[in-house]
Nanobody, 115 residues
Framework: QVQLVESGGGLVQPGGSLTLSCAAS????????MGWYRQAPGNQRELVAR????????NYLDSVKGRFTISRDNAKKTMYLQMNSLKPEDTAVYYCNSPDRRFAWGQGTQVTVSS
């Protein structure tokens, strides 16, 4: 059974940085496009960034372009999200999954940006 385990969230001041990790027990992880999602209270879950299976292609939500960087290590079956210049509106629970949401959701990791 596929498990997605997100970690690395926390409380950070505006302008700060965090790096999230997603450990994925996906048999063919190296062949699977992946993405980071977030969901703020009262909002729908949205795709923030996505990365192709080999890691060469990435796409970002306009509001995070230039601030967030998605990457992956296929040997470790792990994906990352480096978040810089964080803003209060980035506050949400962050999740990982494929762009077509084919796997069961993990518990997510809370990111709170506040002074």
């Amino acid at each position: 059974q596929v498990q997605l385990v997100e970690s690395g969230g926390g409380l950070v001041q505006p302008g700060g940085s965090l790096t999230l990790s997603c450990a994925a027990s996906i048999t063919f992880f190296r062949l699977t496009d992946m993405g980071w999602y977030r969901q703020a209270p009262g909002n729908q879950r949205e795709l923030v960034a996505r990365i192709t299976s080999g890691g060469s292609g990435t796409n970002y939500l306009d509001s995070v372009k230039g601030r967030f960087t998605i990457s992956r290590d296929n040997a470790k079956k792990t994906m990352y999200l480096q978040m810089n210049s964080l803003k209060p509106e980035d506050t949400a629970v962050y999740y990982c999954n494929s762009p077509d949401r084919r796997f069961a959701w993990g518990q997510g990791t809370q990111v709170t940006v506040s002074s």
